[in-house]
């Protein structure tokens, strides 16, 4: 018996499935190629508002203040100290300096502060945190582990901006989640429906191949190979969808919305990444649905 | 070849269809089942080539016993017997090459091994000529032949045939007739079920008749002849 032979008997037929019923198998290769194009269309919005926030959150900045006493040698000290706890950055803001920002965020009111009768600022360190330690928890206790330090009098990350633009971020992602989960269901059920119809097209051949000696896998073969075939051709017109997407709607969009997203948006719509994981997840859907369909109604 | 012990088979709510069948079928036999509609030859066949399950007794086949056969074991005592049908159970849409080869896809076969065999199975059943037509462009007795062709193309040692000429007129009758004979005569074990006693008289084969779902004779040709033109 030649495992060549019956690869390739397999592709015959599950090629031959795809000429059989061309109506039906185009049902279910637009209904994956629609849920795989809006998945893509939005992983990309998704990558695009990872992006935003991650730039959001570079603007956060963890200010330790220090005591207005400390000699410059310790104040230096303190700054290597920080750098290493925090993995970022740490620039020293002189009292004076401080003034002078405040100053010029004030606007007009900013030459009231000229009659103070002295410079009510501390010195601080402005400390620019590492992406990956951005969360709220660790900023907290990167703050605790600060405050301690001595000649450190306070310390200031923007607890509240961080914590929502947290929440938005986890929010989204759940959302996106449960609607993919929806789409991915629904599809799953079309796919199998429509290769349940396939399959009863086929019954009398079926019941020829039970006869004269096929094992159930055997009969069972071709119509997941008809499966996975239908997943790869939706994933590929889903491809070719995102693609024509990017190149006709995509400039309008990067110039709408530039302001916010940066350089973010000028990415290509399909990145290899995004094609790789988009033709895995039609060839899972296909072999998914298929399997489904042959398990309830191929009872042979 | 083929034992039954105490078969029976019945269906829930139903009088039994084939009660207490002793029947021993030797190698190289050939056997008609007949007697009327109805009477439980096409359940008797079907037991055989596991489209059903006894409900009662033992049935071996080659040895093997396929009352308590696993379902995963079906496939392969199928592949040791081909079964003919009278409504053909041809594919229309393959050629009449591609439906006899169909068996031998199912098993694997190499398609140049595959090929060699149909042609020599169509040959044997007069069909080489026909080997790229379509199905139904062919006469009842030429569909037949194919079916026969895909039943024997993998050499089986058992032949089955439901109402094999059913269908067909006296003259394409006695076509397939002798074409069983001669299957028959190159070694394999034919069973015919027919309720067409002309074929009796005409073969002179050991008969076994059915009503009611019993045996109710087993005869040698030559006396189920007699009583015939009786």
Known sequence: ?300 | MIQMFHVYKAYPGDPPVLSDINLHVEKGEFIFLTGPSGAGKTTLLKLLFCGEKATKGQILVGGRNIARIRESAIPYLRRNIGVVFQDFKLLPQRTVEDNVAFTLDVLGRPRAEAREKVHRMLKLVGLEHKASSYPLRLSGGEQQRVVIARALVNDPTILLADEPTGNLDPALTVEIMDLLNQVNIRGTTVLVATHDSTLLARYQKRTVRLERGFIVSDEDGVKAARRMAV
């Open chain 1, 1 to 300: 018996m030649s495992a060549l032979a019956k690869v390739s008997y397999f592709w015959r037929s599950a090629t031959g499935g795809l000429r059989h019923s061309p109506f039906v198998h185009f049902i279910a290769i637009t209904t994956i190629a629609i849920a795989l194009f809006a998945a893509g269309l939005a992983r990309t919005a998704g990558s695009a508002l990872d992006g935003l926030l991650a730039s959001l959150g570079g603007e956060v900045e963890v200010t330790v203040y220090l005591a207005p006493e400390l000699a410059e040698d310790q104040v230096e000290a303190l700054r290597t100290q920080l750098e290493t706890a925090s993995g970022g950055r740490a620039v020293l803001v002189k009292p004076e300096e401080a003034l002078e920002r405040l100053a010029r965020e004030l606007g007009d009111l900013g030459d009231a502060l000229s009659q103070l009768p002295e410079n009510p600022l501390p010195p601080s360190l402005e400390l620019s945190v590492a992406p990956e330690r951005r969360t709220p928890e660790l900023l907290e206790r990167l703050s605790l582990q600060l405050r301690a330090l001595p000649g450190v009098t306070g310390v200031d990350y923007g607890r509240e901006a961080v914590e929502r633009l947290t929440a938005i971020a986890r929010a989204l992602q759940f959302g996106g989640l449960v609607a993919f989960a929806v789409v991915l269901f629904a599809t799953i059920i079309i796919v199998s429906a429509t290769l349940q119809l396939a399959i009863y097209a086929r019954r009398e051949e079926i019941e020829i191949q039970k006869l004269v000696g096929a094992t159930d896998r055997f009969v069972k073969a071709p119509f997941l190979i008809e499966g996975l075939l239908q997943g790869l051709l939706g994933a590929a017109v889903a491809l070719g969808g995102l693609w024509a997407f990017g190149q006709l709607v995509g400039p309008t969009l990067t110039s709408l919305f530039s302001f916010l997203l940066g350089p973010t948006s000028s990415e290509p719509m399909v990145r290899a990444g995004l094609a790789l994981e988009l033709i895995f997840a039609g060839g899972l859907l296909g072999l998914v649905g298929s399997f489904i369909a042959v398990g309830r109604f191929l009872r042979v």
